[in-house]
């Protein structure tokens, strides 16, 4: 068990340009889910997937932003014509189950800075 | 909808001191309830969780939290803290029967020798 991991773990892009970051959740995890975090907030959930099927999209997520998870390992989120206010850190955490009590385990995170 | 406060955005004290971190919660529906700690350049740690049953949960490093129903809240204690206790905590809530956690915005504990 390895944990959660996070490529890359820091971005700096210009405003305009598309990102996409990779999440490998723990081995036989099936539910991925995606927060972001600005500074001096706690983590914001943006979107989770049941195996390859994405289940959930909080309204914070946009029309420039996709996930997807397509074999149901793992994860990739793309976020296009980035804006300044994108700049924060996308956390990707895993659980075991479909019980919504299963411990959530999270990666370090990808620092996104749109400049 | 669920919100999470967290009273103190900062709490300093002096090792071996004891400490409470603060967090009430808003929601129309049963939840869960969950304390997490993120060290630096590290991510978000499971501390301890509240499902059901006994309202006084223990967790990893001698934290532990209990839950009052009728306040709203779910403070967290340790009795003696150390150096390494340094970070930032969170709390967060979900519904029961859904996965999505909504989290405070923080408290830093600072613990100073």
């Known amino acids: 068990d390895t944990g959660v991991s996070q490529d890359p773990r820091h971005k700096i892009t210009k405003r305009g340009q598309n990102v996409t970051f990779r999440c490998d959740p723990i081995?036989?995890?099936?539910?991925l889910y995606w927060y972001r975090q600005t500074l001096g907030q706690g983590p914001e959930f943006l979107t989770y997937?049941?195996?390859?099927?994405?289940?959930?999209k909080s309204r914070l997520l946009s029309d420039r932003f996709s996930a997807e998870r397509p074999k149901g390992s793992f994860s990739t989120l793309e976020i296009q014509r980035t804006e300044q206010g994108d700049s924060a850190m996308y956390l990707c955490?895993?659980?075991?189950?479909?019980?919504?009590?299963?411990?959530?385990?999270f990666g370090p995170g990808t620092r996104l800075t749109v400049l | 909808a669920q919100s999470v406060t967290q009273l103190d955005s900062q709490v300093p004290v002096f090792e071996e001191a004891p400490v409470e971190l603060r967090c009430n919660y808003s929601?129309?529906?049963?939840?869960?309830l969950f304390w997490y700690v993120q060290y630096p350049n590290q991510g978000l740690q499971l501390l301890l969780k509240?499902?059901?049953?006994?309202?006084l949960v223990k967790g990893i490093n001698g934290f532990e939290a209990e839950f009052n129903k009728s306040q709203t809240s779910f403070h967290l204690r340790k009795p003696s803290v150390h150096i390494s206790d340094t970070a930032e905590y969170f709390c967060?809530?979900?519904?029961?029967?859904?996965?999505?956690?909504?989290f405070g915005k923080g408290t830093m504990l600072l613990v100073s020798p």
């Open positions: 997937f049941q195996n390859e099927a994405q289940l959930e």
């Open positions: 967060a809530v979900s519904p029961r029967g859904y996965s999505t956690l909504t």
């Open positions: 929601s129309s529906v049963s939840v869960y």
């Open positions: 955490a895993s659980s075991l189950g479909v019980d919504p009590s299963d411990t959530q385990y």
């Open positions: 509240y499902l059901s049953g006994s309202t």
């Open positions: 081995s036989e995890h099936n539910r």
